[in-house]
Nanobody, 114 residues
Framework: VQLQASGGGLVQPGGSLRLSCAAS????????MAWYRQAPGKERELVAD???????NYADSVKDRFTISRDNAAKMLYLQMNSLKFEDTAVYYC?????????WGQGTLVTVSS
């Protein structure tokens, strides 16, 4: 299984980014998927998740700013991030929910800075 996250970068506060996660080696369409992040000096946390049928949940800190979505045919997971804040700076990862240790990839770095 490979979960390849991409789309991170440097963005100013208030800006937007769209993260993508390409999945291979698993039956993507039946799995609940999620985005996680780890900020410097902090533990990894759940940001948003989406079930196989498209139901979504968000951490309070990103609610109304981030949108998780998926394309089962393309085996892709997305995270649209709007109104970014300094505290959104982190490495973002995609994984299943619940997570599988062997599925963690390199993640993609999001830096919110002026």
């Amino acid at each position: 299984v490979q979960l390849q996250a991409s789309g991170g970068g440097l963005v100013q506060p208030g800006g937007s980014l769209r993260l993508s996660c390409a999945a291979s080696g698993l039956i993507f369409s039946i799995r609940s998927m999620a985005w996680y992040r780890q900020a410097p000096g902090k533990e990894r946390e759940l940001v948003a998740d989406i079930t196989s049928s498209g139901s979504t949940n968000y951490a309070d800190s990103v609610k109304d700013r981030f949108t998780i979505s998926r394309d089962n045919a393309a085996k892709m997971l997305y995270l649209q991030m709007n109104s970014l804040k300094f505290e959104d700076t982190a490495v973002y990862y995609c994984n299943t929910k619940p997570t599988r240790a062997q599925y963690w990839g390199q993640g993609t770095l999001v830096t919110v800075s002026s």
